[in-house]
Structure formats: structure tokens, C-alpha cells
């Protein structure tokens, strides 16, 4: 699956006093031999930035309330998962080295290929970041091209590439093993039962009106037969007649006044005050509600919108079910009301397309994240001397 390589450039970022003299030695190195490859020091350094910014984040999660910018802190004397701060980032840096060099063999090994417009892209980006003049690279860094910015980090413009190379073969690899039609890929009972469990579609809008209908009314007519769409329309037009109603009350109640606090105010325009105040007549236009499926939306199990008490009652009707559900919110003093038909999720292909595609992804993630992981730790490993030069509290001062 595609490791994000805005993520690797932000970590990539944060690693900026590595010294220029260790900067020169980086692009001239290979701190690792992989199975007979060697990893440039480029591409060592960023898989270190990445375990540098995991090791982080893992910490944060163990230690929430670990206070990073207390005098004397480091993160050196800290420690991941039972180790040392520095040999799980060492652990880690030496793994995605592996897991790098597993994707692009494991890509050949299948016989893919990068379609020629991800190519062109990739050439554009890095082309863009070493001769473009960059207005971040000049506030933050002080350079004029982020290029040169990289360089300075001992990140040359073929290890800059060559990442960006792997994480689209990483992507394409897994849509190829794991995707729709792969020989990995998510059963459909498998995706059916993670869409009931996970996900709901449904047909709702809020219920606003002061007078008229009822919401139970809405309901009733959707519940008796009448399609969602037909009674959305109504309950539509009904809300644009009283928006309409409230501001033309409005504006004659504002012409009224102004009429009543003119100096020199005369009977002929007292008259005018007064007809002012009378009723206004209304007028609004047919309102057009968007096609049947436009109308569906899907609701996740773990969502808090409209409200998380909203999703929970959602969840608890049954396909079919037409419901008024009431939520009051703490802290306000008024109630929200929605009318709400609940379909049948298994039925909305088209509209759960790109649910399911997200749904593979989950189901499958772990296991292709394992898939490359064992391939990587196969392969023989060889440290050359010059790894010793990456020290990581270089790249701990964010």
C-alpha cells in the first residue's frame, strides 16, 4: 500500500543539522548492502527520518503525557517498545531499508510496470523541487530550491527520486496482489460483512420547519410508500416558501420602521407604514432536489456527524426503517430533528463503490505490510563501517 511521501518529506524536514562535512560523506557512502544491493546513503538517510518520526509518534502514544519540551529533555533517554530510543530507530531504519528493497523486487517479480503518466509525474515533481524556486524553501530554510535544501541533508536528487519511485510501486503492487480481481484479494463476503458491520447507507435531511407538516408526517409518507425523493421535495419547498416568508416579514418590518422615524412624518406616509406591516406576499421558485442515488449518503460506525447519538440510532434500525430521531446536544438548548430512511447497504453498489475499494485496503493492509516485511527480512545484510556516521540526534531537533 502507498506510503505517503508527503509524510517522508515532512519527516525528511525535520532532520536539519546534520553537519555539511557529514552531508558531503552521506552522498558518497553505503551504510547497507541488502541481499547484494547497496542502499544509497540518500535513501538511508530518509528511511531513518521515518523511523525517527514513527519512533516519535509511538512514544507520544505510550507516554501521552510526556512532556517533550521540558528542560533537559531528549529523547535519547527515552525508550520504544522495550528498547532504546536509538536502537528501535536503528532496528527500524535497517527494516525499511529491507522492506524498499523487497517492493521493487517484488514489483519486477510480478512483472508490473509504472504506467508511463506516473513516470512523467514523478520526473516533473523532482525536476520541480531542484530547479524551481520554492517560497518554503526560502522562508523556512533559507535556500531558494528545495533541492538544494535536500542536498544539504545528503539527499540527492536520484535518492529524492528513487523513493518517490517506490512508493508508487508500493501502491501499485498492492492493488495488483489485494485489489479488485487480485489473487490476494478480500472475498466478497469478506468486504459484505465488514460494509454492514461498518457502514450504513441512508436517506435523511434535518427537519427546520416552524408550522405545517410534521416531521412524523414526512416519515409516515415515506414509511406508507411515497419515494424518499417525492417527499424530500415537499418538505424542500415547504423550508424555501418559510425562509422566503421570514425575509420578506423582514424587510417589511424594517421598511416600516424606517417609514416610522422619518422626521417631519406625514399621514400619506403613515399610511405607507401601516401597509407596510400587512402580510407580504410570498413568492418562491419550484425547488429541484438532486436524482435518487445522489440523495444517499453513507454514515461510518466511528463518525460523530451529524452527531455521534444521530450515528448510534442509526445503526440500531433496521434496513427499510423510517425513523424521526431527536438529539438534543449538551450545552445547547434546543433539539435536532431528522427524518431518516435507512436502505439496504448491500444493494448500493455504485454508490459503496469507493467504500469498498477503502474496505480491501483495510482488510488487507496488515497482510501486505507482512508480505513485504518477511520477503525484506530474507534477504542477507552487510553494515558498512561509514553507518556510523548517521547519528540520530541530528535529526532530533525539530
Not at 531513518?48 to 514513527?54: H, K, L, P, S
Not at 516519535?56 to 522495550?82: C, H, I, N, R
Not at 517560497?135 to 545528503?154: C, H, K, N
Not at 447507507?201 to 412524523?216: C, H, I, K, M, R
Request: hydrophobic residues 35%; aromatic residues 10%.
Amino acid at each position: 500500500m502507498r506510503r505517503s511521501i508527503r509524510n517522508t518529506l515532512l519527516t525528511v524536514l525535520c532532520g536539519a543539522l546534520i553537519a555539511g562535512s557529514a552531508s558531503c560523506a552521506f552522498s558518497q557512502t553505503y551504510p547497507l548492502t541488502i541481499d547484494g544491493e547497496k542502499i544509497r546513503a540518500g535513501i538511508y538517510v530518509l528511511e531513518q527520518q521515518n523511523a525517527v518520526g514513527e519512533a516519535v509518534s509511538k512514544l507520544s502514544d505510550e507516554q501521552p503525557d510526556l512532556d517533550t519540551s521540558a528542560d533537559g529533555f531528549s529523547y535519547l533517554s527515552q525508550t520504544v517498545e522495550g528498547k532504546s530510543f536509538s536502537d528501535w530507530v536503528n532496528d527500524k531504519t535497517i527494516e525499511n531499508c529491507r522492506n524498499y528493497v523487497a517492493v521493487n523486487r517484488l514489483f519486477d517479480q510480478y512483472g508490473l510496470t509504472l504506467p508511463e503518466d506516473e513516470t512523467a509525474k514523478i520526473n516533473s515533481n523532482v525536476k520541480q523541487a531542484w530547479t524551481e524556486e520554492n517560497m518554503y524553501a526560502q522562508y523556512y530554510y533559507g535556500v531558494s530550491i528545495l533541492g538544494e535544501y535536500y542536498e544539504g541533508l545528503g539527499i540527492g536528487e536520484q535518492s529524492f527520486k528513487d523513493v518517490q519511485i517506490e512508493s508508487s510501486k508500493r501502491s501499485q503492487l498492492f492493488d495488483h496482489l489485494y485489489g479488485e480481481g487480485g489473487e490476494l484479494a478480500a472475498t466478497q463476503e469478506e468486504i459484505n460483512a465488514k460494509l454492514v458491520s461498518d457502514y450504513a447507507t441512508v436517506n435523511f435531511f434535518p427537519y427546520e420547519l416552524e408550522s405545517g407538516d410534521s416531521a412524523q408526517a414526512f416519515a409516515d409518507r415515506i414509511a406508507s410508500g411515497e419515494t424518499y425523493e417525492d417527499v424530500y421535495r415537499d418538505y424542500a419547498q415547504a423550508l424555501a416558501y418559510q425562509d422566503a416568508a421570514e425575509e420578506a416579514a423582514q424587510a417589511a418590518a424594517d421598511a416600516a420602521a424606517a417609514a416610522e422615524s422619518a422626521e417631519g412624518e406625514t399621514a400619506e406616509n403613515t399610511d405607507a407604514a401601516a401597509e407596510s406591516t400587512e402580510t407580504p406576499e410570498v413568492e418562491v421558485q419550484q425547488v429541484e432536489v438532486a436524482e435518487k442515488d445522489s440523495l444517499v449518503q453513507i454514515i461510518e460506525k466511528d463518525s460523530d456527524v451529524p452527531s455521534e447519538e444521530f450515528v448510534k440510532q442509526v445503526f440500531e434500525m433496521n434496513n427499510g426503517d423510517v425513523k424521526v430521531i431527536t438529539v438534543k446536544e449538551e450545552g445547547e438548548d434546543h433539539e435536532h430533528v431528522y427524518v431518516v430512511q435507512k436502505l439496504d447497504i448491500l444493494t448500493m453498489t455504485e454508490i459503496t463503490k469507493g467504500t469498498v475499494d477503502s474496505i480491501r485496503t483495510s482488510l488487507k493492509s496488515d497482510e501486505f505490510t507482512e508480505k513485504v516485511k518477511s520477503t525484506g527480512a530474507g534477504y542477507s545484510l552487510t553494515e558498512d563501517s561509514s553507518k556510523s556516521m548517521y547519528k540520530i540526534d541530528k535529526l532530533l531537533d525539530f
